[in-house]
């Protein structure tokens, strides 16, 4: 099992966990598994042609699978694997003021 | 007929004479000059130049070399020397941006004694590492702030404190008790006054050596060139996509620092973006997330310490940069768990085909710029 660091904004997804294992050899296996236990994270990750989405990063052991073979990167067990979507990151109402945070 | 007194010159023809004795002008406006002159040379703003200038070249006959940022304003001083009756006028062309990217030598202007003696700067003075010159530095520099909320409060009042010579507030909104619980800059008594006003009034009572510049408006496509163009580095602390993608692509066509921080809940993210150095903003998101799928944080919250670190996390890295200090947050994203208590490091890395800072966006850019060279000269 590898550990995926799930990000805030995503951890509703997981019934709010933090850090959730995840099976797999590569990067797509592990998601996988991810959305096969929590579909609602499908559509957040992945694209309808199941590539992973432009907006969402990944990072396996603090580098980014894009540099790497993207879903295709084969992961070891104690490796770590960081999602980590763009976020605006306001705590005020989104798109409601610029600097207002 | 005799030829016109006044020519175009290369900062390299320029160094020419004025090793040969011509006398050498500076005609841009102070703030300008504080970033950095050439050696020798005196400031004679356009405003002033037909008052002044009979004093600084009695001589008519002397050679005068007379520069500006790009060569515009001194081809116009130049012409207007010319009528004076000066026989000799050289404008550069490129002014001292062209001279600077040729690796040219120029000066700060001399280190004021005030500051390496400033009682208020002590703990600062003392450190090898900043000392009166860095501290002049700071004194100096000019950094915008987008938005004096959670993340701008504390970076506000510690950047103030470092004394930072100019602080500009891009912001619009007004303080509301609900800002109270992370926004320290802003007191309960100022509930319902413009943000940027109260954020000046705080840096005043702190600080009064600070020039805090006020901008009350949002920062927009149509705003934002304009905005940056006098800072030397932009503290990021937007809250929405939009505004997100306008400051960076704006930043990248400047080559202005921005020091980004972003907070949700018990977490926060910084990193420091230096165009064409490390990766821009598109370089790790090319495109924001579609609104459907954009996580809402309108009722997740924050605890108030979250910005509170994350912003003096980004004064910290402001400071660094001004004064050229260690390691930049530059290609690293720093992840801080509080509940945890932990920061993690993820590596990021320039897109090659970056629609901002890629290979294609920088020819583009060259065209640009030699378009607009062109027409100048």
Known sequence: ?101 | MRPSPVREITPAQAQELIDKGAALLDTREPHEWRAGHLSGATLLPPAELGARVEDVVSDKTRPVVIYCAAGARSLRAAFQLAGMGYQDVYSVAGGIGRWKAEERPWELPKDTPAIATNPRYARHLVMPEVGPEGQAKLNLAKVLFIGAGGLGSPALLYLAAAGIGTIGIVDFDVVDLSNLQRQVVHTEARIGMKKTESAAMTIKALNPEVKVVQHLEMLTDDNVDRLIADYDLVIDGTDTFETRYTLNDAAVRAAIPVVHASVFRFEGQLTVFVPFEGPCYRCLYPTPPPPELAPGCSVAGVLGVVPGVMGLLQATEAIKLILNLGDPLMGRLLIWDALDGTFSEVKLRRDPMCPACGVDAIARQAEAADAAFATAS
Do not use: C
Request: aromatic residues 4%; without cysteine; hydrophobic residues 40%.
């Open chain 1, 1 to 101: 099992m590898t550990k995926v660091r799930i990000p805030p904004v995503l951890r509703t997804q997981v019934n709010g966990q933090k850090e959730v294992e995840a099976s797999g050899a590569t990067v797509g296996e592990i998601f996988n598994d991810l959305v096969a236990r929590y579909p609602q994270m499908g559509e957040q990750l992945l694209s309808s042609d199941g590539g992973l989405h432009r907006f969402v990063n990944v990072y396996l052991n603090g580098q980014d699978v894009r540099y790497l073979q993207l879903l295709d990167t084969p992961v070891a067990e104690r490796d770590a694997l960081i999602i980590l979507p763009a976020m605006a990151g306001g705590a005020t109402a989104a798109g409601a003021t610029a600097g207002g945070r």
